[in-house]
């Protein structure tokens, strides 16, 4: 951190973390819009968010075996960096914006990724 603040001076270091949350903001806010898509949780950089076809419902079981699935793959492909997590017993797939070369077109790929390895 130290050679960051030291690179970059205190605001350089706030305008990359302004964009890496602009980018978070921007993933959760395709989410939330997303009829096949749910918002989970939510903090700083950190989106997860689930795969939810409206034809599963809310079975669970099925749910989280779909997103485990989908995270699988989306590692294989190398498309995308995601991880795996629970919140509040669900699976989920969870997304850390911490790349200062991350884009407006990374995210958007990112949710078209998930969608086209279901």
């Known amino acids: 951190?130290?050679?960051?603040?030291?690179?970059?001076?205190?605001?350089?270091?706030?305008?990359?973390?302004?964009?890496?949350?602009?980018?978070?903001?921007?993933?959760?806010?395709q989410i939330e819009a997303a009829p096949d898509l749910e918002l989970l949780a939510r903090g700083l950089s950190v989106?997860?968010?689930r795969l939810a076809p409206p034809a599963l419902g809310t079975q669970a079981d099925r749910l989280d075996e779909?997103?485990?699935?989908v995270l699988a793959a989306i590692q294989m492909?190398?498309?995308a960096f995601v991880t795996g997590t629970s919140v509040?017993?669900?699976?989920?797939?969870?997304a850390c914006v911490v790349n200062p070369r991350?884009?407006?077109?990374?995210?958007?790929?990112l949710v078209s990724v998930v969608r086209q390895l279901a």
């Open 1 to 29: 951190m130290w050679m960051a603040l030291k690179h970059h001076g205190l605001d350089g270091y706030r305008a990359l973390m302004e964009h890496d949350l602009a980018l978070a903001d921007r993933l959760a806010a």
């Open 47 to 49: 989106v997860c968010f």
């Open 66 to 69: 779909l997103n485990k699935r």
């Open 77 to 79: 492909s190398g498309q």
């Open 88 to 94: 509040r017993g669900q699976f989920a797939l969870r």
């Open 102 to 109: 991350s884009t407006d077109a990374d995210i958007d790929a």
